[in-house]
C-alpha cells in the first residue's frame, strides 16, 4: 500500500471516535497521526479547558486555525480535530485546499454514551449536557455534511472495525492514496 497524497482531517463531533480510529488508521496505513487540539495543548502549555476559560473560545479558535494550516503546509498525515474546527469556512476552505475531510459520522445515542462521563468537553459543562451536544450536533451536521468523505460510526465495532471502513473509505476516493484503489 502507498502512502497518503494528502492529508486527511477527521471532522466530526466529539465522542465521534476521530482521535481513537485517527490513530487506528494513522497505524494501519503505515502513516503518521496528528492530533489538533494536543498541539494547542502542547504549544499553550495547558488543557483546551483552559484555554477557553482563560482566553475564551474566539482566542481558541485563531489557535486552531493557525494550528490546522501548518499541519497542512507539512507531509500528508491523519489529523484528529476538535469538534469545532470544521465548522469555520477558512478551516474547510484550507483543508479542501490541501487535505481532504473525512466525517465520522455518529448518532446521538452513540456521542453520548462516549462523552457523558468525560469532563474535558467545555462546551458541554451545561446544566443539561446531553440536551447540549443534541444542539451543537444538529448545528453542526450541516457543515459536516460538506467533507469529502462520510464513514458512519457503528456502536458495534471496535476501533479497529472503523479502522478498516475508514482506510476503505480512503483508498475508494480518488487522489488520497498512493497506489491502485481498491
Known amino acids: 500500500?502507498?502512502?497518503?497524497?494528502?492529508?486527511?482531517?477527521?471532522?466530526?463531533?466529539?465522542?465521534?471516535?476521530?482521535?481513537?480510529?485517527?490513530?487506528?488508521?494513522?497505524?494501519?496505513?503505515?502513516?503518521?497521526?496528528?492530533?489538533?487540539?494536543?498541539?494547542?495543548?502542547?504549544?499553550?502549555?495547558?488543557?483546551?479547558?483552559?484555554?477557553?476559560?482563560?482566553?475564551?473560545?474566539?482566542?481558541?479558535r485563531e489557535r486552531e486555525t493557525a494550528v490546522l494550516r501548518r499541519i497542512l503546509s507539512e507531509p500528508p498525515c491523519i489529523l484528529s480535530t476538535g469538534g469545532g474546527a470544521y465548522l469555520q469556512a477558512r478551516n474547510r476552505e484550507a483543508i479542501r485546499a490541501e487535505g481532504v475531510a473525512l466525517w465520522l459520522r455518529a448518532e446521538l445515542d452513540l456521542l453520548w454514551s462516549r462523552v457523558r462521563h468525560k469532563t474535558t468537553r467545555p462546551l458541554l459543562r451545561t446544566a443539561d449536557p446531553r440536551a447540549t451536544l443534541a444542539e451543537l450536533a444538529r448545528a453542526r451536521e450541516p457543515f459536516y455534511a460538506e467533507a469529502e468523505i462520510v464513514v458512519d460510526s457503528l456502536p458495534d465495532l471496535t476501533v479497529d472495525q472503523m479502522a478498516g471502513r475508514v482506510a476503505a473509505a480512503l483508498k475508494a476516493h480518488p487522489g488520497v492514496i498512493e497506489g491502485p484503489r481498491a
Open 1 to 60: 500500500m502507498g502512502g497518503l497524497l494528502r492529508t486527511v482531517v477527521m471532522v466530526g463531533m466529539p465522542g465521534a471516535g476521530k482521535t481513537a480510529v485517527g490513530t487506528a488508521t494513522a497505524r494501519r496505513l503505515g502513516v503518521p497521526f496528528r492530533d489538533s487540539d494536543a498541539e494547542i495543548e502542547r504549544a499553550a502549555r495547558r488543557t483546551i479547558a483552559e484555554i477557553f476559560e482563560r482566553e475564551g473560545e474566539p482566542f481558541f
